[in-house]
Nanobody, 122 residues
Framework: QVQLVESGGGLVQTGGSLRLSCAAS????????LGWFRQAPGREREFVAA????????YNLDSVKGRFTISRDNAKNTVYLQMNSLKPEDTAVYYC???????????????WGQGTQVTVSS
């Protein structure tokens, strides 16, 4: 079992920045992938980015490439999502997720955090 707790969400103006954090606890001695997803009102949850134990990362959305950066601190069992140049369309609940393995894909995550709200005002 892995428990995930997100933090860092909030209200920011267009063009601003936020850094989301997700702390993992529990069975963290094994290699696992950490990912970020988001869900806007009335829309399906979508994959944003993922990173494996060695720092290999993938980004799913063209809309966030160059603006969002995923990173992790293995010593702290924490993954971060640095979000710059935020836009109103980035408004969503952002979820952290984890799965055991080494391939940072968008599928088959087993553990989820409770989510943190990000609101970008225009």
């Amino acid at each position: 079992q892995v428990q995930l707790v997100e933090s860092g969400g909030g209200l920011v103006q267009t063009g601003g920045s936020l850094r989301l954090s997700c702390a993992a606890s529990g069975r963290t001695s094994s290699s696992y992938v950490l990912g970020w997803f988001r869900q806007a009102p009335g829309r399906e949850r979508e994959f944003v980015a993922a990173i494996n134990w060695n720092g290999l990362s993938t980004y799913n959305l063209d809309s966030v490439k160059g603006r969002f950066t995923i990173s992790r601190d293995n010593a702290k069992n924490t993954v971060y999502l640095q979000m710059n140049s935020l836009k109103p369309e980035d408004t969503a609940v952002y979820y952290c997720a984890a799965k055991f393995g080494i391939v940072p894909t968008k599928i088959q995550y087993d553990y989820w955090g409770q989510g943190t709200q990000v609101t970008v005002s225009s």
